[in-house]
């Protein structure tokens, strides 16, 4: 078993950034790679971001690469999501995720436990 929780959301203007922080518990963080997902009112589920058990492997949307960016600090059991240059289009709920496998990270249905999620919205 595994519990995450995600924190840092908020309301931000256009431009501007925040840091997501998911915090694990309940299990060896270090053994799962993370990802970051999103979901937006009446859309699915998206992909956002991937990181390896180890962190030196990184996987990226196309709409989020280059301002976006998930790091780990196993030490911590935390994963992070630093969003900046945010658009009016990043807002959604956003939800922190663990898998045990780096196949297919952008698939939701690889991932064994899921966070609340945590509210971004951005304003124009």
């Known amino acids: 078993q595994v519990q995450l929780v995600e924190s840092g959301g908020g309301l931000v203007q256009a431009g501007g950034s925040l840091r997501l922080s998911c915090a694990a518990s309940?299990?060896?963080?270090?053994?799962?790679?993370m990802g970051w997902f999103r979901q937006a009112p009446g859309k699915e589920r998206t992909f956002v971001a991937a990181i390896s058990w180890s962190g030196d492997s990184t996987y990226y949307a196309d709409s989020v690469k280059g301002r976006f960016t998930i790091s780990r600090d196993n030490a911590k059991n935390t994963v992070y999501l630093q969003m900046n240059s945010l658009k009016p289009e990043d807002t959604a709920v956003y939800y922190c995720?663990?898998?045990?496998?780096?196949?297919?990270?952008?698939?939701?249905?690889?991932?064994?436990?899921w966070g609340q999620g945590t509210q971004v919205t951005v304003s124009s």
């Open positions: 309940g299990r060896t963080f270090s053994r799962y790679a």
């Open positions: 995720a663990a898998t045990q496998t780096m196949l297919a990270v952008a698939q939701s249905g690889v991932y064994d436990y």
